[in-house]
């Protein structure tokens, strides 16, 4: 079968292309960043949080990453062959390449890792395509296609939950079991829930030679610091307090109004990062109110989304109901969701709700709990009264995710999803992992993306998704959010990007 060459001319060509400054890196030092959440788990096929992100991917690497634009560029890979009928994907491995237990990554570690995460990964829809992976060669390992998958390597190469690679014998284990043993620049050291996650320079970490500069999750991967704790702080004054008094180098999400205030600190860097996420509300569809789409038509016409926003995020908001961000060739302007009591009363009215008393599930980082708080205030507005439940992250999420009763409502971030694209974004409430309950019209439109070759009529498909979206409310689009990220400016080399990247900086 005569092959194609893919990717690899590019990716250097956008490495060595990669704008950096003059470097002139120090070795050493340690720098702590406040987090408002633990990661619910460190194994990273099990979790799609945000707060695993931030440490995993110091942590574990994969064969295809995103480079700064989001492209799918070779990580692990030195890149991939893929056949004329687009079925077959030949993978040749970086050699040499080592994980933290001394052992050099092979063939039967990437087979392993991909097996284990088709079969149970937290974002296994994305490569439900894979028919087998197989070691077809010493250094070489061959995915074949049950279908033509038009966005496979950007699926590969997600950092949601990510498709990391990991020794054959940790991927043997359970979902949510494996140890933190990954190819990253940085190992694993210890996890104290209650307080932190601590990393250190891997000093056999061999960087892939294709790149000069980092390049989002992609490119040279060069750590000189000793070691990243990721400490959880909820409480924002306390992270303020901590970043000012020297015991955090880095505030990952800071208020506006302490970004105005530091902002002419000398010994400050202000960053500001929007869009960051979507603010999503989310409806439980298995049961109850949220199973019945009167209800969910009436939710949706009863809020204000921007009084939501405006109040969670006052400084640093953007009025988008698009499920990508705007810049993204798929992202479609969307007429702005506008708020009519009367309507949602009218609706309600011919709904099955009876005035039970509906459960807010939400975790308890501010901006959340204000937006709930105000959603709160809007129900009682049309009729439907709510009780908030307040817990920490990987609480609520585990029965967010998880289960099909004990919640009605649930609002919070949905920040990597739409940077990857339509595939990532849809991916979501494929199978009814979102609302808990199955829509076949979204899973049609998924597969309909997954195998169409033309950008224009994928285009169109993503636009039939988002209309599904609105007009059975399945979930509501309340807007993008950003985060204001304030770190020392003793850091350098420091860009706010999908997690705050450890790897490319040093401290003054």
Same mark, same amino acid.
């Given at each position: 079968?005569? %092959?194609?060459?893919?990717?690899?001319?590019?990716?250097?060509?956008?490495?060595?292309?990669?704008?950096?400054?003059?470097?002139?890196?120090?070795?050493?030092?340690?720098?702590?960043?406040?987090?408002?959440?633990?990661?619910?788990?460190?194994?990273?096929?099990?979790?799609?949080?945000?707060?695993?992100?931030?440490?995993?991917?110091?942590?574990?690497?994969?064969?295809?990453?995103?480079?700064?634009?989001?492209?799918?560029?070779?990580?692990?890979?030195?890149?991939? &062959?893929?056949?004329?009928? +687009?079925?077959?994907?030949?993978?040749?491995?970086?050699?040499? /390449?080592?994980?933290?237990?001394?052992?050099?990554?092979?063939?039967?570690?990437?087979?392993?890792?991909?097996?284990?995460?088709?079969?149970?990964?937290?974002?296994?829809?994305?490569?439900?395509?894979?028919?087998?992976?197989?070691?077809?060669?010493?250094?070489?390992?061959?995915?074949?296609?049950?279908?033509?998958?038009?966005?496979? %390597?950007?699926?590969?190469?997600?950092?949601?939950?990510?498709?990391?690679?990991?020794?054959?014998?940790?991927?043997?284990?359970?979902?949510?079991?494996?140890?933190?043993?990954?190819?990253?620049?940085?190992?694993?050291?210890?996890?104290?829930?209650?307080?932190?996650?601590?990393?250190?320079?891997?000093?056999?970490?061999?960087?892939?030679?294709?790149?000069?500069?980092?390049?989002?999750?992609?490119?040279?991967? *060069?750590?000189?610091?000793?070691?990243?704790?990721?400490?959880?702080?909820?409480?924002?004054?306390?992270?303020?307090?901590?970043?000012?008094?020297?015991?955090?180098?880095?505030?990952?999400?800071?208020?506006?109004?302490?970004?105005?205030?530091?902002?002419?600190?000398?010994?400050?860097?202000? *960053?500001?990062?929007?869009?960051?996420? /979507?603010?999503?509300?989310?409806?439980?569809?298995?049961?109850?109110?949220?199973?019945?789409?009167?209800?969910?038509?009436?939710?949706?016409?009863?809020?204000?989304?921007?009084?939501?926003?405006?109040?969670?995020?006052?400084?640093?908001?953007?009025?988008?109901?698009?499920?990508?961000?705007?810049?993204?060739?798929?992202?479609?302007?969307?007429?702005?969701?506008?708020?009519?009591?009367?309507?949602?009363?009218?609706?309600?009215?011919?709904? +099955?709700?009876?005035?039970?008393?509906? &459960?807010?599930?939400?975790?308890?980082?501010?901006?959340?709990?204000?937006?709930?708080?105000?959603?709160?205030?809007?129900?009682?507005? *049309?009729? &439907?009264?709510?009780?908030?439940?307040?817990?920490?992250?990987?609480?609520?999420?585990?029965?967010?995710? +998880?289960?099909?009763?004990?919640?009605?409502?649930?609002?919070?971030?949905?920040?990597?999803?739409?940077?990857?694209?339509? /595939?990532?974004?849809?991916?979501?409430?494929?199978?009814?992992?979102?609302?808990?309950?199955?829509?076949?019209?979204?899973?049609?439109?998924?597969?309909?993306?997954?195998?169409?070759?033309?950008?224009?009529?994928?285009?169109?498909?993503?636009?039939?998704?988002?209309?599904?979206?609105?007009?059975?409310?399945?979930?509501?689009?309340?807007?993008?959010? +950003?985060?204001?990220?304030?770190?020392?400016?003793?850091?350098?080399?420091?860009?706010?990007?999908?997690?705050?990247?450890?790897?490319? &900086?040093?401290?003054?």
């Amino acid at each position: 079968m005569k %092959l194609r060459f893919l990717n690899l001319a590019l990716a250097a060509a956008l490495a060595l292309g990669a704008a950096g400054p003059a470097l002139a890196q120090k070795k050493g030092g340690d720098v702590v960043i406040a987090m408002t959440n633990a990661p619910p788990s460190l194994d990273p096929h099990a979790t799609s949080a945000q707060a695993a992100r931030n440490v995993n991917l110091h942590i574990f690497e994969t064969l295809y990453a995103r480079d700064e634009n989001a492209r799918p560029v070779p990580d692990l890979a030195e890149g991939v &062959v893929v056949s004329p009928d +687009g079925l077959t994907y030949v993978f040749t491995l970086r050699k040499g /390449v080592k994980f933290h237990n001394g052992k050099e990554m092979g063939t039967a570690d990437v087979v392993a890792s991909l097996e284990r995460y088709r079969k149970a990964g937290a974002s296994a829809s994305l490569i439900a395509a894979i028919d087998s992976v197989a070691a077809t060669g010493p250094n070489q390992v061959t995915i074949k296609l049950k279908s033509v998958q038009s966005t496979f %390597l950007g699926n590969l190469s997600s950092p949601r939950a990510p498709i990391a690679i990991m020794p054959a014998e940790e991927a043997a284990k359970e979902m949510g079991k494996a140890s933190p043993i990954g190819t990253g620049p940085y190992k694993f050291v210890e996890y104290k829930p209650d307080s932190h996650v601590k990393v250190a320079r891997f000093d056999d970490y061999k960087p892939n030679p294709a790149y000069k500069e980092r390049d989002g999750f992609a490119g040279a991967k *060069i750590a000189y610091l000793d070691t990243v704790t990721f400490r959880f702080m909820p409480e924002a004054g306390a992270r303020d307090a901590a970043l000012e008094t020297g015991q955090v180098q880095i505030n990952e999400t800071a208020d506006g109004p302490t970004a105005k205030r530091l902002a002419g600190n000398p010994n400050f860097q202000v *960053i500001k990062a929007l869009p960051f996420a /979507v603010q999503v509300l989310k409806f439980n569809m298995a049961q109850g109110a949220g199973a019945d789409l009167n209800f969910r038509r009436a939710v949706a016409q009863g809020i204000d989304a921007e009084e939501m926003l405006a109040v969670a995020y006052p400084d640093i908001y953007k009025m988008d109901q698009s499920w990508v961000y705007a810049g993204s060739a798929y992202h479609t302007n969307r007429k702005l969701l506008k708020q009519d009591v009367a309507g949602a009363k009218a609706l309600l009215a011919k709904s +099955g709700y009876k005035g039970e008393k509906l &459960v807010f599930i939400i975790d308890n980082i501010r901006p959340n709990i204000d937006a709930a708080t105000v959603f709160q205030q809007q129900m009682a507005q *049309i009729g &439907v009264a709510v009780e908030l439940k307040v817990a920490d992250w990987p609480t609520t999420s585990k029965l967010g995710l +998880g289960s099909d009763t004990g919640w009605n409502f649930w609002t919070h971030g949905f920040g990597i999803e739409p940077y990857e694209g339509p /595939v990532s974004a849809m991916s979501h409430w494929v199978k009814g992992q979102g609302q808990r309950k199955d829509d076949p019209a979204i899973d049609g439109l998924f597969e309909k993306i997954n195998g169409e070759m033309n950008l224009d009529a994928q285009k169109k498909i993503f636009a039939e998704f988002e209309d599904r979206m609105a007009d059975q409310a399945i979930a509501i689009n309340l807007g993008d959010y +950003g985060l204001f990220q304030i770190a020392t400016s003793k850091l350098k080399n420091f860009k706010a990007y999908r997690i705050p990247r450890m790897w490319g &900086v040093w401290l003054e």
